[in-house]
């Protein structure tokens, strides 16, 4: 053996030896990683010095985005409550469920009041008497709605103890003595107490204590001069405010017995007001309360004699969102024209990835990557300024103050309900996503010989 092949074979064995003693390559994977066609995206959101216009466009189309489904979100929570507002003044202050008869009376109504309470889902019900007169003072007459109630049961099916202002719902129904002030001076009388709304008393000009007369066009009295309207003389013994004028300028309660002796209608009720434990739930039980009392009688809820004033709220609330949609229409419109400028700036940029393999549904990604990236941002940040928003007017930060002689509420009411932030957030987000989808295909459709070719 020659003394070069000898070195020669025990330099060969030197290497294999330290490769055997060479550690492993590790085989791990990294941990996470964003798809190339993300990253692109993002990268192309930071724009270059001579690309700040383009910059500068989608800055403004994610702050478009963003005061969009920000107004949203607070209109929709103003919407909300107000007719929240709205429903719990209406159940505070009428039936649930009323049921009547077609023959607009109900005589025997005992055992009819009975009835009703044993269906399930009341909690009570009480006889009424509906009526309509002209309420008059020594300066002002007005036309009123009278709703009659047993005195003892006045608040169990709506709570109107809970409104009363001046006075005591004790005397509604009592006689008491009352000085009245005639031509010839004063004298006492023995009249019973009535309660009518705080702008009905302030209307008629009179204080606590003060005689009314009601007039009752239908029934009439003979007199000197042939038939005259029927008039007697009440006292009010409270006032009540319930913060809606309807009833606070037109409503005047008063005792059962009084008003069945006044419309001269006997032992009868116009009605049976019943209240129940879930007020939603209220058109459900006046179906049953409606079978099971039968002919002639008919039970309406809350929702059906209500349900104008209900449905021109939620008309309004969808006028406005739609309306107010149309911003984040206009920031989805500046998205495509966005887009499509990143598209015609990045022209070279598609070639040259087209040419090192990417596919046309790659770089259709990079661009609905990019409007996506957008239309997050604006809708994330909106989302969460019109919560601040809303929860900084619901605590009181921020007032809003409203006319009392237009609005029943003297502030902006507000309610917040997740699931409406929820569902504006996805709305707005489908529509920048679907402002992507054009500009993207254009983007998918270039052909990189024909970018290399001619730029």
Not at 235 to 253: E, P, Q
């Amino acid at each position: 053996m020659s003394l070069e092949h000898a070195i020669e074979v025990e330099n060969k064995g030197a290497r294999e030896s330290t490769a055997s003693f060479r550690p492993p390559l590790p085989d791990r994977k990294p941990f996470f990683s964003l798809p190339y066609e993300l990253f692109v995206s993002l990268r192309y959101l930071r724009a270059k010095r001579r690309e700040r216009f383009i910059s500068l466009i989608t800055f403004f189309s994610t702050l478009g985005v963003l005061l969009g489904v920000m107004t949203l979100n607070i209109v929709l929570a103003v919407m909300t409550g107000f007719e929240e507002d709205l429903r719990n003044r209406i159940l505070g202050f009428n039936p649930h469920v009323i049921v009547s008869s077609y023959s607009n009376m109900i005589p025997d109504y005992g055992p009819v009041v009975e009835k009703a309470k044993q269906v399930p889902g009341v909690i009570t019900a009480t006889p009424v008497v509906y009526g309509q007169v002209m309420v008059s003072s020594r300066q002002r007459v007005s036309g009123v709605v009278v709703r009659a109630v047993e005195p003892e049961h006045a608040s169990s099916v709506v709570n109107v103890v809970a409104h009363v202002g001046a006075g005591t719902l004790d005397d509604l129904g009592k006689e008491r003595d009352v000085t009245i002030r005639e031509e010839g001076g004063t004298r006492s009388v023995r009249l019973s107490g009535v309660v009518i709304g705080e702008e009905l008393r302030k209307q008629l000009e009179v204080q606590v204590g003060e005689p009314i007369s009601l007039v009752s066009p239908l029934q009439t009295t003979p007199g000197p001069l042939g038939m005259v309207p029927k008039v007697k003389r009440y006292f009010v013994a409270a006032s009540f405010k319930s913060g809606m004028v309807d009833y606070d300028g037109t409503l005047i309660y008063m005792g059962l017995a009084d008003a069945q002796k006044f419309f001269a209608i006997g032992d009868q009720v116009t009605g049976i007001e019943v209240r129940v434990q879930d007020p939603y739930a209220a058109p459900d039980i006046a179906n049953l309360l409606q079978s099971q009392l039968g002919v002639p009688f008919t039970a309406r809820d809350w929702t059906k004699i209500n349900s104008n004033i209900f449905v021109a709220l939620k008309l309004e609330k969808f006028v406005y969102s739609l309306v107010i949609l149309l911003i984040v229409l206009v920031a989805a419109f500046n998205i495509i024209a966005t887009l499509i400028m990143v598209v015609m700036e990045k022209r070279k940029d598609i070639a040259v990835l087209k040419s090192i393999g990417a596919t046309s549904k790659s770089i259709s990604r990079i661009f609905i990557f990019k409007g996506f990236v957008i239309g997050a941002v604006g809708a994330l940040l909106g989302t969460l300024l019109g919560y601040a928003v809303c929860w900084m007017m619901q605590e009181g930060y921020i007032r809003v103050p409203l006319p009392p002689d237009v609005f029943y509420v003297n502030t902006v009411p507000i309610k917040i309900y997740g699931e409406n932030f929820l569902l504006v957030g996805a709305a707005a987000l489908l529509i920048c996503l679907l402002a992507t989808i054009y500009p993207a295909r254009q983007a998918a459709k270039l052909s990189p010989v024909e970018v290399i070719r001619y730029e």
